[in-house]
């Protein structure tokens, strides 16, 4: 590879591809090239860098400069002040929300500098279609250290020892799965990884596939030699395609480097990857599901106790781990199982449930300003990663609560804003790990609503084989309907909790099994939002707004808009009267509270109660 | 073996027990709607869970297909059970307020109403998934299917449309615990031509007197025949007497016999041709045969007499000797139609209020105590009309507005034409010969006459004898006749065999064919000619013999050698010309 002067790490990650970033980065090559700099910068394309909300994002390296909401517009200044001149551009820096200075370097952000990079250790760091820039930052060498000085067991044993667990949601101790796996009669056995990420707003694995697919191939292939298995499989979903072309790019450039195929490294170990595409289900995600999907049939979780390990993929044995699962095994391989767990929490020597090592990818977002993906290491608390790195609520709201897991994953109220997040403090306070999502709620959500929103979603999502997840969500969401829609009755709470409590427990599938957590939680951190809106048919944070009341203000209407009348030419229903310098009044007759009059007043006139 | 406790009570059962089956076993019900043991356990209603208890961990498995491998504890009615239970019951009752299935369930457990609004009062699906099961893993016919997700979800053929691998074999109604699937014929049409003597299943007694008095598999119904899936029948026999392998192919057996008794019978004429009387094309129009098996209690209908539509007739006309007595078809008289006719009269007349219309030419009641039946029909208010009924036509051909049929005749007695509005017409078909007589007459050098009957020895010496030895008649084969006649007839040839055997020796007739050795030049015209085959060739000497035994004297290898070589004992050329010159001196 030929040296750069400068490289510019331009985040060609979802976010900042959707805000123009590879026309940025096609406008930085021309301007580069104007300016006679091609031979000394170099302009590069990375994986998610993260700080999806400041995007379209760039970072120059070495010197670590961290440029945010770059415009086509600033890039000839740019290049001219900066890599010419050797002048960072001031302007285009981060400032952080309560701060009047710039900061220059992306690792004094502290969005940046509260975490810890495992699994995304080379993000914005490479470019994820040149294998050489992976294997420049380390790639395979795990994989050469385990082929050549490592039996099978001992891999094993190592990651045993690690604590590791699963990120796909379960947490189940990855070294157990592999050692069952590998003792397993039949064969060929098979590695999967679970990349179908269906929980809606989480893009934990597409980062990572996206910004360097070669540690999960690196990962699976490790998993492979130690369980003894020659066919592997990358389960992902269609509506992925950037992901797909990359990790069908990374595949056949580790064909072409001897990385996959027969005679791995010399070595007569053979591995071969397959890319499956998945149809975008989120119950496809469930390794039941996703094995008949894989098979061809439709993707549907089965009813039978016995474990995949044993009889999974075609009946036969199967490891089947999470993108960031296998992303996370190479560091643990070169760097030991005492590293790993150094971080986190508990202790995993005797018990492998007994702590939570090493770090999580979650994605940040709702109301928080720093929205993005964050790796961090268990033990860390929520207000931390709220506050340190996500900056906080914005407009100086207040936080009313996180949901930790995904859809069907709990609410969790301020007062637990000091809870450490590792697998089992999640669970017990009624959410979970899951696969990574973090969604903050200020004042202006109204939990009922929410927990209709999410079971909303698991609801449209259930396979619908079992009875209790396809009749009792169904009921569940019929009943919280009815609540925020002022119909509720003094029983429907009762019923709520009686529902959500046999759809947990009856349930086929985890979908089912986790999918009351939203409704359980609310009811459990924020039982008086729920009471409020079926006695007083009233929704506190006026979100419901079959339960709002509007009515103007004539004070402010007149003093302040004098009576602009814009709220009567936008009403749908011709409920509100009034005329120029005359207070407006809405007839709560003709009112069907929509809230439009609401959110077009500029003067605050409009009022709801 | 594993010791498990279910509810208090200690049972050791096979590894890999289902719950369910030692519960069951200790006699301990566990609702369980989705399951049926012939079916590999779906565990998708769920309303078979209980706790199970290892250690200090207590959690809740499905009893269906949770398979023991050790020492556990279970509770199958705990009152976390019993809610969780009693949750799924009235979401299920709100799902299919038509299954009566779940009302008892509801009603065993004490739930009078579900908190749930009602999705629609006739549904009875309930989604267990057994039709789609039995219809995929059991018949193989892949002819059902679930489609949509979630609570959307339904079951049905693929794309709702009728489907082409449906083999109507009827699995899924069997399998579907609240009746929701059932088979009716598209139009509700109950179809005479497909009724038979037992229902349509694969396994049945082939009819209630058979011998051996065994089930036997029909490959026209079985499912394995057709799709090579099923075989629940090999699942649930204990004796392991069904076997596939042997069934499927047919297996030819030699036996050595003695003697053998013709008694093939006859098969019934086909009226089609005649499309005077519209059988195959007018609803309604039945054979004698066809009404016959529809009066069987074993019928579909279980005996009830009842037009396509399903109702019962008002009228029905019976109608004689159709292809028997006409020139056209069988001139002989059927003999045994008269008198089965009076008795459809009778049933008819038990079983409906239904008007009778015989239309005979002449009524041939000539057994014992057969006239006498005759006279009670008459007394039973049946209406006789002497004169062939020639023609069946739908009703509104000829008068307007009405439906049902027209049969027109002319009644002799009163010399008029008439036109009798029915609801129903039973054809009194010929008995004949079986399409396979002649060719099995070949096969038993035994002929058949100018009708297709086969030939007895003497109509009047030897009526169940053949001119072959060893081969004796019995029953309609020989000529139309009744059951009794026919036993009689049996019983003679059985005595006939009987007697045979009991001398121990064949006792030969002097007449028989002989060939000269030395004038026989082993040309073997003669062994092809023999119509008892008794010419066989001596490789070794090259030269043809006749077995005395088999010859039968009829000369005609005699007749047929070229070289003079045959002769017939007791009528050699000398003996005929002695004779003659005898008559003539
Ligand atoms: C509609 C109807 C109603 C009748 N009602 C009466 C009544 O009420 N009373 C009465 O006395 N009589 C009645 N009869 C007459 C009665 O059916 C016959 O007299 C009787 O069935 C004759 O018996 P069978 O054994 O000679 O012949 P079948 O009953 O015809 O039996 C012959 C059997 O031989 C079998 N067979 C044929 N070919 C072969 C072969 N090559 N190898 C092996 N098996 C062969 C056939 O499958 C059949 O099972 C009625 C007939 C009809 C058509
Ligand atoms: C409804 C449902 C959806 C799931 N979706 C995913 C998913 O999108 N990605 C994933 O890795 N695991 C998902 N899982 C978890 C997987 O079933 C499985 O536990 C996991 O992939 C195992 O890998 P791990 O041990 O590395 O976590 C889902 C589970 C359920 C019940
Ligand atoms: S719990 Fe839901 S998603 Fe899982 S099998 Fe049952 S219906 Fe399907
Ligand atoms: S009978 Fe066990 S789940 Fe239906």
Redesign the interface.
Known sequence: MKPYRINLMVCAGTGCVANHSFEIKKALEDEVKKRGLENEVQVVATGCNGFCAEGPLMVVQPEGIFYHQVTIKDIPHLVEEHFLKGRPVQKLMYVPPDAKAPIPKMSDISFFNRQMLIALRNRGLIDPEKIDEAIGRGAYSALAKVLTAMTPPEVVSLIKASGLRGRGGGGFPTGIKWETCRKAHGEPKYIICNADEGDPGAFMDRSIIEGDPHSVLEGMLIGAYAIGSHHGYIYIRQEYPLARERLTIAVQQAREYGLLGDNIFGTGFQFDIKVARGAGAFVCGESTALMASIEGRVGEPRAKYIHTVEHGLWNLPTCLNNVETWATVPEIILKGAEWFTSIGTGDVSKNPWGGSKGTKVFSLTGKVKNTGLVEVPMGITLREIIYDIGGGIPKGKQFKSVQTGGPSGGFLPASLLDLQVDYEQLTEAGSMMGSGGMVVMDEDNCMVDMAKYFLAFTQDESCGKCTPCREGTMRMLETLERITQGKGREEDIQLLEDLSQFVMDASLCALGGSAPNPVLTSLRYFREEYITHIRDKKCPAHVCRELNVYTIDPGLCVTKGHGCGVCRRQCPENAITGEKNVAHVVSQELCKKCGVCYDVCKFDAVKVA | MVKVTIDGLEIEVEEETTILKAARQLGITIPALCYNELIE???????C?VELQRGQRTR???AC???LRESVVIRTNSE?VQ??RR??IE??M??APGAKIIQDLAAEMGIERT???LEDSDEKC??C?LCVQACSDVVQAYALG?S??????VIGPPYDTTPETCILCGACAYFCPTGHIKMTDTDGRILHSELTLGPNAAITLPFRQAIPNVPRVNPDYCIHMKTGGCELCVKVCQKEAINFTELAQDSFEEFEVGAVIMATGFQDFDPTPMKLYGYGVLPNVLTSDEFERMNNAASPTGGRIVMENGEEPRSIAILHCIGSRDEHYHKYCSRVCCMYELNFAHLVNVKTSAEVYQLYIDMRSFGKGYEEFYQRILDEGVNVIRGKGAEVVPAYQKRRGEGGLLVCCEDTLIGKYREIPVDMVVLCTALEARADAAEIGRKFNISTGADGWFIEAHPKLAPVSTTTEGIFLAGVCQGAKDIPDSVAQGAAAAAQVMKMFCQGELLMDGAYAEIVEDICSGCRICNGLCPYNAITYDIEKKVSAVNPAMCKACGTCVAACPSGAITGRHFTDEQIYAQIEGILA
């Open positions: 356990p779906y565990a998708v209603c769920r309303l869970v809740l498995v499905t297909n949770y398979p976390r809610r969780l949750m799924n979401l299920l709100a799902r908190r749930f609004p309930i989604l998934g679930f949509e997700r979630g609570s959307k979800r």
